[in-house]
């Protein structure tokens, strides 16, 4: 691994290590996404992980299958229709992508409807460091959703937004 890609993963590595705080302090479960190895031409951002299916709307379960190796977006049908668009239709041949949320917390979706504003307060300066890290210079931010594009465009973060891809959604 070159000294360049080693920087980049202790950067991220700090910065996860900051989203596990923040969890923490939200009393949520952090659910990593898989993990970036280089700066990407695309970012696409949702809202929060819901612990609902995957993890039986447990806590417990959620922390269980995390340390075992469980990771965001890699879980439903529409996880991964969203990961074969975004590299079937989205990424020119050697473009990159990642997918991430505002808040990092898993919660139920009951729990996610409560206090999202304040919550999202608190995450916006995260996501920022995390789209600086991870962009290219040329990178789009793509939001997935009314609710992230209303949230990053009152961050000014400019993005591009995208329909969001859960049944509840639709």
Same mark, same amino acid.
């Given at each position: 691994?070159?000294?360049?890609?080693?920087?980049?993963?202790?950067?991220?590595?700090?910065?996860?290590?900051?989203?596990?705080?923040?969890?923490?302090?939200?009393?949520?479960?952090?659910?990593?996404?898989?993990?970036? $190895?280089?700066?990407?031409?695309?970012? %696409?951002?949702?809202?929060?992980?819901? #612990?609902?299916?995957?993890? &039986?709307? =447990? /806590?417990?379960?959620?922390?269980?299958?995390?340390?075992?190796?469980?990771?965001?977006?890699?879980?439903?049908?529409?996880?991964?229709?969203?990961?074969?668009?975004?590299?079937?239709?989205?990424?020119?041949?050697?473009?990159?992508?990642?997918?991430?949320?505002?808040?990092?917390?898993?919660?139920?979706?009951?729990?996610?409807?409560?206090?999202? $504003?304040?919550?999202?307060?608190?995450? %916006?300066?995260?996501?920022?460091?995390? #789209?600086?890290?991870?962009? &290219?210079? =040329? /990178?789009?931010?793509?939001?997935?959703?009314?609710?992230?594009?209303?949230?990053?465009?009152?961050?000014?973060?400019?993005?591009?937004?995208?329909?969001?891809?859960?049944?509840?959604?639709?």
């Amino acid at each position: 691994m070159s000294n360049t890609n080693t920087h980049f993963d202790q950067k991220y590595q700090r910065l996860e290590a900051e989203f596990r705080a923040q969890c923490k302090r939200d009393g949520s479960v952090y659910l990593p996404n898989i993990e970036p $190895k280089q700066a990407v031409d695309y970012i %696409l951002v949702c809202m929060e992980p819901s #612990i609902g299916r995957w993890a &039986n709307n =447990s /806590a417990d379960k959620a922390n269980e299958l995390v340390q075992q190796g469980f990771r965001n977006f890699l879980w439903s049908t529409e996880d991964f229709i969203l990961h074969y668009c975004a590299q079937r239709y989205l990424c020119k041949p050697g473009q990159r992508y990642h997918v991430t949320d505002i808040s990092k917390g898993a919660m139920t979706v009951a729990d996610a409807n409560t206090d999202r $504003k304040m919550r999202y307060k608190k995450w %916006l300066p995260l996501l920022k460091r995390e #789209i600086a890290l991870l962009s &290219n210079p =040329s /990178a789009t931010i793509i939001s997935v959703g009314n609710a992230v594009q209303a949230e990053l465009s009152r961050a000014n973060i400019k993005n591009s937004p995208i329909l969001h891809f859960s049944p509840l959604a639709s």
